[in-house]
C-alpha cells in the first residue's frame, strides 16, 4: 500500500504525459494541463516544506543556543517579515501618495479610475463643494473621506451557460457581469495606490504594502549580485594557484580558455592584428566545432542518461526517489 | 624570501585587489575600447534586418534582476532594433520579475525610438506587454494554440480583445520570431524544444555567458538562428545598432579584467615551470 | 525612501565585500539576512503565482459559481449578445473542478512529512510530481537534445564556408563529428577503456577538455559582468549618485 499506490501513480502521471505527446487531441492535452497544474502546486508545496525545514534548523539552534545563534535570529527574522509582506500584501509595485504633498495630490487627482461608465478621475468623484477646495484641501479631504466616497464598477467574470436554444445540448462562454460598491479606498487598492499621511501609518503601510518589492529592488537584488560575484574573485584566485598545465588535457583546457577570455574582449582583435592572426575569428571556429563537439556529447549523454531514467522511473523499475521503509 | 617564493604564496587579497581594481577603474575612467561584433550575434542582426516591418515578434523575458546587468542591455538592443525597423513587438515574460523589466525596456526603447527617428509609438498599437504567466513549458505550448486563451489580459489588466496589436497574432503561425532573454530555467532549451522544434519557429536566445557554452549546440545545429550571449554580446548587438549603452560601457572592465586573469594564469605557471626546475636542480644536486 | 534603499543596498553590498579581507560579523549578518529574504520572497512569489491562482483561487470560484448558479449572466449567440439565466457548467469543467481535490490532497500529505510518525504520506506528493516531471522531460530532451543534436551531425563531406572558408569548415565538421562520438564513448563505462576503444575515450576527453576551457572562459566573463554590475552600482549610482548628487 505504503509504495505500490505511489508507483502507480508515478505510472499514470506519466503515461499521460507521453500519451500526449503522440495524442496531441482531447482529452489527453487538457489532462495533461491539468496534470502540470498539479505539478507545480504540489511543487510549491515542497518549497513551503522547504522554508519549514530551515525555520527548524535555525530554531532549534536559538533554543540550544549553538555557535552563531544569533545570525540565526536574523534569519528568521528576515524570512518572516518578507513572507508576512509577500502573502498578505501581494507582490505586485504599489504606489505610495503622500496626502500632504502638493505635487502627489496633484497626481492622485489625476489619476484614473475603473468605474461603470468608463474612467474617472479621482477628482471627477469628488462633491461639487470639494472640488471648489484647494488642491491641498482636497488631498485631507479625500484622506478622511476614503471609506465613504463610492465607486460603482462591474467586474465582467468569465463563466458558462446552456446555450439558449433549447435543441442545442451545449454550454457556451458567457459573462457574468458583477456590479458593486467600492469605497474610494478599495478602488484605489485594485490600481495598486496606497494614500498614506507620512510619520508611523505610513512606515506600516509601506512595510504591509510596498515592504515585498522594496526587499527584493534594494536587499534581495544587492545581496544575490554580490554574492554571485565574490565568485569573480575566488575564479581569480584559483585559476593563479590552481590553472597549471601539468598535462596535456589541462594545457588543452588552459588554452582553450585563453582563446575564449582574449577572443570575446577588444584586445583579441588587437593582439591578432599584432601576431597577424585573426583571434576572435579562430575563438569563433574553436567554440563551433571543438567546444561544440563537447558540449553535445555532454548534452547527449545527459539526456540518454535522463531518458533512460526517466523510462525506469516511469515503469517503476527505480524505486529510490521514494525513500527507504 | 626571493621573488619566485614570494609569487608561490602570494596572498590570495592581492590577487582579490588586482580584479578589484582591474574592474572598478574603467568605471570611473571609461577607455573606450572598440567592440568586434562576432558571428552568433551578427546572424540575429541579419535576420532580423531582413524581416518586413510589420512583422509580429514575441519576446519573452526570462530573467530576474539578479542577472540585470548582462541581460537588460541585450533585451533594450534587440527591443530598440525591432521597433526601429517597425516590427511589431510583444512582450511576456516566464519569470515574474521579467514583467517589471519588459515593461522598462519598452518605455525605453520608445523614448529612444522617438529621439532618433521622432516616431511615437502607441502601446497597443505598435507594442504591447503581456505580463508574467505562471506556468513555464504549459506556457511555450499554450500559446501555439491561442495567445488570447494563455493571455486573457495584458500586463494592466487589459481584456486581450482590446488590444489592437493581438488582433492580429492568433498563435505561433501569426509569430515570425521569437526572442528569449533567459537566465537559465525556463528559458533558452525550452524554447527550444516547444516552439522552435515543434512548431517550426525561428528563435532567438539571448543568455548569461555561463549558459552559452551549454546552448552552443542548438545554434551550431540552427535550433536558434542566433546565440547572445553575456555582456559581450549585449556589447556586440548595441555596436551593431550603433546604440551604445550600458554593456559597451561595460566592456572596458571586462577587457581589463580578462587581461589580469590571464596574466596571473601565465604568471602562475611561470612560477610553477621556474619551481619545477629548481626542485630538479635540487634533486640533482642532492645525488 | 528611494534613497533609503540604495544606501541598504549599497551597505550589505559592502559587508558582503568585506568576506574577500576576511570573514566577519558584518558578512555573516548579510549571509544570514540573504537567505531569511530569499526564502521569504520564494514564499510570497510562490504563494502569489501558483498556489493561489491555481488552487485556492480555482476552489473558491467552484464555490462562487455554486453560489451564483442562478444568477444572469450575458452571452454572445450568432453575433447577439443575449442574457441568459443560470450558470452551468459541462461536464469537463465540474471534472477540472472536482479533480482539485488531487493537488489538494497531495499538497497537504506533502506537508505531512514534517511530523516523522506520518512523513510516509508526502510519497504521494512526491510520486505526482516525479511522474509528471518524467514523463514531460523524456520527451522534451530526448526530441531535441538527442534526435535534433545527432541529426545535427549529419553534415556534408565538403563544407564550402563564407565564414572560415572550405579547409577549415571541412575540417570542423569531421572535428565535429570525431569529437561527439569520441566524448560520447568516454561516457560508456561498461565497457574497460582499452585499445582501440581506449584510443576514442582519450580523443573524447580532449574533447570534453577543450569544451570545459571554454566554459571556464566563458564563466570568468558571467561572473565579471555581475561584478562590473555591483561596482556600477555602487560607484554610478550610490556613490555619485546619492552623495556627491
Known amino acids: 500500500m505504503k509504495y505500490r499506490v505511489p508507483i502507480l501513480i508515478t505510472m499514470i502521471a506519466g503515461f499521460i504525459m507521453i500519451i500526449r505527446e503522440f495524442i496531441p487531441h482531447e482529452p489527453f492535452d487538457r489532462i495533461d494541463n491539468w496534470l502540470q497544474d498539479w505539478y507545480m502546486v504540489v511543487a510549491a508545496f515542497a518549497i513551503v516544506l522547504g ?275 | 624570501m626571493n621573488l619566485l617564493d614570494r609569487l608561490i604564496k602570494l596572498d590570495r587579497r592581492i590577487i582579490f585587489l588586482l580584479i578589484f581594481l582591474a574592474v572598478g577603474i574603467p568605471l570611473i575612467a571609461p577607455i573606450g575600447l572598440p567592440v568586434e561584433p562576432s558571428q552568433p550575434i551578427e546572424s540575429g542582426y541579419d535576420f532580423i534586418e531582413e524581416m518586413p516591418p510589420g512583422s509580429f515578434v514575441l519576446v519573452s523575458y526570462d530573467y530576474d534582476p539578479s542577472a540585470r546587468p548582462e541581460l537588460y542591455p541585450m533585451g533594450l538592443a534587440i527591443i530598440k532594433h525591432l521597433m526601429g525597423r517597425g516590427i511589431k513587438v510583444v512582450t511576456m515574460a516566464l519569470w515574474p520579475a521579467g514583467a517589471k523589466l519588459a515593461e522598462e525596456a519598452l518605455n525605453e526603447s520608445v523614448q529612444y525610438i522617438k529621439d532618433t527617428q521622432g516616431r511615437e509609438l502607441e502601446y497597443g498599437r505598435d507594442y504591447a ?85 551549454q546552448l552552443y549546440p542548438y545554434f551550431a545545429n540552427k535550433q536558434l538562428v542566433s546565440l547572445i550571449g553575456g555582456l559581450k554580446g549585449a556589447a556586440e548587438y548595441e555596436t551593431l545598432i550603433k546604440a551604445p549603452g550600458k554593456a559597451s560601457k561595460g566592456m572596458d572592465s571586462q577587457s581589463i579584467a580578462h587581461l589580469t586573469i590571464i596574466l596571473l594564469i601565465i604568471v602562475g605557471n611561470i612560477t610553477f615551470f621556474l619551481d619545477k626546475q629548481r626542485l630538479k636542480r635540487l634533486k640533482r644536486r642532492m645525488k | 525612501m528611494e534613497t533609503i534603499g540604495i544606501w541598504l543596498g549599497a551597505l550589505l553590498t559592502l559587508c558582503i565585500f568585506s568576506f574577500l579581507y576576511k570573514d566577519n560579523p558584518f558578512y555573516k549578518f548579510a549571509e544570514h539576512m540573504f537567505v531569511g529574504v530569499s526564502a521569504g520572497y520564494w514564499m510570497g512569489t510562490y504563494f502569489h503565482n501558483t498556489i493561489y491562482p491555481k488552487l485556492i483561487g480555482k476552489i473558491g470560484h467552484f464555490f462562487w459559481e455554486l453560489a451564483h448558479k442562478n444568477a444572469m449572466v450575458v452571452a454572445n449567440v450568432n453575433g447577439e449578445t443575449v442574457r441568459v439565466q443560470g450558470i452551468s457548467f459541462d461536464f469537463i469543467h465540474t471534472l477540472e473542478y472536482v479533480l482539485l481535490i488531487i493537488p489538494l490532497v497531495f499538497s497537504v500529505l506533502m506537508l505531512m512529512r514534517i511530523f516523522p510518525r506520518f512523513s510516509w504520506m508526502s510519497r504521494y506528493g512526491v510520486s505526482l510530481m516525479v511522474g509528471t516531471g518524467a514523463g514531460l522531460f523524456l520527451i522534451g530532451y530526448l526530441k531535441s537534445n538527442v534526435i535534433q543534436q545527432v541529426a545535427g551531425l549529419l553534415k556534408p563531406v565538403v563544407e564550402h564556408s563564407a565564414e572560415y572558408g572550405t579547409t577549415w569548415a571541412t575540417v570542423g565538421n569531421l572535428i565535429l563529428i570525431v569529437g561527439t562520438i569520441a566524448g560520447l564513448s568516454y561516457f560508456f563505462f561498461s565497457k574497460a577503456h582499452k585499445g582501440a576503444f581506449g584510443v576514442m575515450t582519450k580523443v573524447g576527453i580532449y574533447f570534453l577538455m577543450v569544451s570545459f576551457g571554454a566554459a571556464f572562459g566563458y564563466t570568468i566573463m558571467a561572473r565579471i559582468s555581475l561584478l562590473i554590475g555591483r561596482l556600477d552600482f555602487l560607484i554610478n549610482t550610490w556613490l555619485l549618485g546619492t552623495i556627491f548628487g
Open chain 1, 51 to 325: 522554508i519549514e525545514s530551515l525555520l527548524h534548523l535555525h530554531s532549534r539552534k536559538i533554543s540550544f543556543k549553538r555557535k552563531d545563534w544569533q545570525y540565526s535570529v536574523v534569519l528568521i527574522v528576515s524570512l518572516l517579515l518578507m513572507s508576512i509582506a509577500g502573502i498578505f500584501g501581494g507582490i505586485e509595485d504599489k504606489t505610495f501618495l503622500d496626502m500632504d504633498n502638493p505635487t502627489q495630490i496633484t497626481e492622485l487627482l489625476a489619476t484614473e479610475i475603473d468605474t461603470i461608465d468608463g474612467k474617472r478621475t479621482v477628482a471627477q468623484m469628488l462633491p461639487a463643494d470639494a472640488s471648489a477646495m484647494s488642491e491641498q484641501e482636497q488631498g485631507a479631504y479625500i484622506y478622511s473621506q476614503l471609506k465613504t466616497i463610492t465607486v460603482e464598477v462591474e467586474d465582467k467574470i468569465k463563466v458558462s451557460t446552456r446555450h439558449p436554444d433549447p435543441k442545442r445540448k451545449y454550454t457556451i462562454p458567457a459573462l457574468y457581469l458583477d456590479r458593486k460598491q467600492l469605497s474610494l479606498k478599495q478602488a484605489l487598492k485594485r490600481q495598486q495606490i496606497i494614500l498614506h499621511r507620512g510619520g508611523l501609518g505610513y512606515l506600516l503601510k509601506f512595510y504591509l504594502f510596498g515592504g515585498f518589492q522594496f526587499s527584493y529592488q534594494y536587499i534581495y537584488t544587492s545581496l544575490m549580485g554580490t554574492m554571485f560575484s565574490l565568485l569573480a574573485f575566488f575564479v581569480a584566485s584559483a585559476a593563479y594557484r590552481a590553472f597549471k598545465a601539468r598535462t596535456l588535457e589541462a594545457t588543452l583546457l588552459l588554452l582553450a580558455a585563453f582563446f575564449v577570455m582574449i577572443g570575446r574582449v577588444t584586445f583579441g582583435t588587437i593582439l591578432g592584428n599584432v601576431i597577424g592572426l585573426d583571434i576572435p575569428q579562430i575563438t569563433d571556429w574553436i567554440m563551433n566545432y571543438p567546444v561544440t563537439a563537447g558540449q553535445k556529447a555532454i548534452m547527449i549523454g545527459i539526456a540518454l542518461g535522463l531518458i533512460s531514467t526517466s523510462l525506469r522511473i516511469i515503469l517503476g523499475i527505480e524505486k529510490s526517489y521514494l525513500g527507504r521503509e
Open chain 2, 129 to 213: 506587454n503581456l505580463g508574467f504567466m505562471a506556468g513555464n513549458q504549459i506556457v511555450i505550448v499554450s500559446l501555439g494554440k491561442s495567445v488570447s486563451k494563455t493571455f486573457p489580459n495584458d500586463f494592466y489588466g487589459t481584456p486581450i480583445e482590446n488590444i489592437n496589436i493581438l488582433n492580429g497574432m492568433k498563435n505561433y503561425s501569426n509569430i515570425d520570431l521569437i526572442v528569449t532573454i533567459s537566465a537559465g530555467d525556463p528559458g533558452v532549451p525550452y524554447w527550444v524544444m516547444y516552439a522552435g522544434d515543434a512548431y517550426d519557429k525561428p528563435v532567438i536566445g539571448g543568455c548569461t555567458a555561463v549558459s552559452a557554452p
